[in-house]
């Protein structure tokens, strides 16, 4: 089985499915990371090139201790997709999801408070209509959770993340944790969502749902039984 992570930034498939990455890995699917922001094409209004060649080193060291298969790097420009014209992203996604062929999909959750998630997430549900030829491949797609932005949208005002699909990560907590402290210039405070205290109470949480030690929420976007 071939299973798609897409992650806006650097970081975020950890954030949001480390453990789960991992277990996929010790069951012997294929994981394939694609993380689609980076500098972009033009002179960056933010961060300099460098930026991204730190963290995507931080990046592959993280792969490799989760056990990816294959990370993508895209060059969409960061923190720039409110003002990056959809029809590019969606095109980006679009040839990623031909490129890979995936049979699942996990996306980032389309109400972060983040745009480039919300935009990401909007292309990937473009681009995986489940009655085009280039999404035959894809039997579920799922939306993860990730820390300082997944629970800050303003409360009625936007969906909240209720996860209904939990995955037991008792074993890869651990590795989990490790690949996050790979990413040594995102990985924050103890008292702060990016940290590795935040990880592990958030994994503690989802694991009291289904009763385990620890686990990963995600909600479920489609699943098709061709």
């Known amino acids: 089985m071939k299973i798609l992570v897409i992650a806006p930034h650097a970081d975020d498939e950890v954030l949001g499915m480390g453990g789960t990455i991992a277990r996929f890995a010790e069951e012997g699917k294929t994981v394939v990371v694609a993380v689609m922001t980076g500098h972009g094409t033009e002179p960056h209004p933010l961060w300099p090139k460098s ?3 730190t963290v995507r080193a931080e990046c592959q060291a993280a792969a490799a201790i989760l056990g990816v298969s294959e990370i993508i790097f895209e060059d969409l420009p960061a923190a720039c997709l409110d003002s990056t014209p959809t029809w590019k992203i969606n095109g980006v ?3 990623l999801v031909e490129r890979v062929s995936p049979q699942e999909i996990y996306l980032p959750f389309a109400y972060d408070l983040h745009k480039d998630h919300g935009s990401i997430a909007y ?6 209509r489940p009655y085009l030829a280039r999404a035959g491949s894809v039997r579920k797609v799922m ?8 629970h800050l949208a303003p409360p009625y005002l936007a969906p909240a993340f209720q996860p209904n699909v939990f995955y037991d990560i008792s074993d890869t907590l651990p590795c989990k944790l490790e690949a996050m402290r790979a990413y040594k210039s995102q990985v924050q405070a103890d008292n702060l969502p990016r940290s590795i205290a935040a990880l592990s109470a958030l994994a503690v949480l989802r694991g009291t749902h289904i009763g385990c030690n620890a686990a990963e929420g995600f909600v479920l976007l489609g699943e098709y039984n061709r």
């Open 123 to 128: 292309a990937v549900n473009v681009a995986i």
């Open 93 to 95: 996604v679009e040839k």
């Open 51 to 53: 930026t991204w060649d």
């Open 143 to 150: 939306a993860y959770e990730t820390l300082s932005e997944t």
